[in-house]
Nanobody, 134 residues
């Protein structure tokens, strides 16, 4: 059984950087598509980024494109999210999720306009708080 644990988030000043790590135990994470989502109180959980088993196949929601980078470290069995140029609107609880039925990111949208990521059978981490504030 796959278990996911996100690294501790924290408080960062606007313009700062933070790296989140999603560590897996039980199964090899490189077999699955892995996505990062975030959620603020009173709103739905929104996707942020997704990476397929092929590390060259990755996607970002429009608001983080060019600032966030998702990557795999198969030796450590992790998927990381490097967040740069953070903004107050990035404040949220961040979750990682692996799609146990797919090794590719299932994208909803047309062409490069990815509107959402669909997880067929998701295994979720417990979430970690990221606060961007001066």
């Amino acid at each position: 059984q796959l278990q996911l644990v996100e690294s501790r988030g924290g408080v960062v000043q606007p313009g700062g950087s933070l790296r989140l790590s999603c560590a897996a135990s039980g199964l090899s994470l490189d077999r699955y598509a892995v996505a990062w989502f975030r959620q603020v109180p009173g709103r739905e959980r929104d996707w942020v980024s997704c990476i397929s088993s092929n590390p060259n196949d990755s996607y970002y929601t429009r608001s983080v494109k060019g600032r966030f980078t998702i990557s795999r470290d198969n030796a450590k069995n992790t998927v990381d999210l490097q967040m740069n140029s953070l903004k107050p609107e990035d404040t949220a609880v961040y979750y990682c999720a692996a799609d146990l039925y797919s090794n590719v990111c299932i994208r909803l949208g047309v062409g490069d306009d990815v509107r959402a990521i669909q997880l067929v059978k998701a295994s979720w981490g417990q979430g970690t708080q990221v606060t961007v504030s001066s």
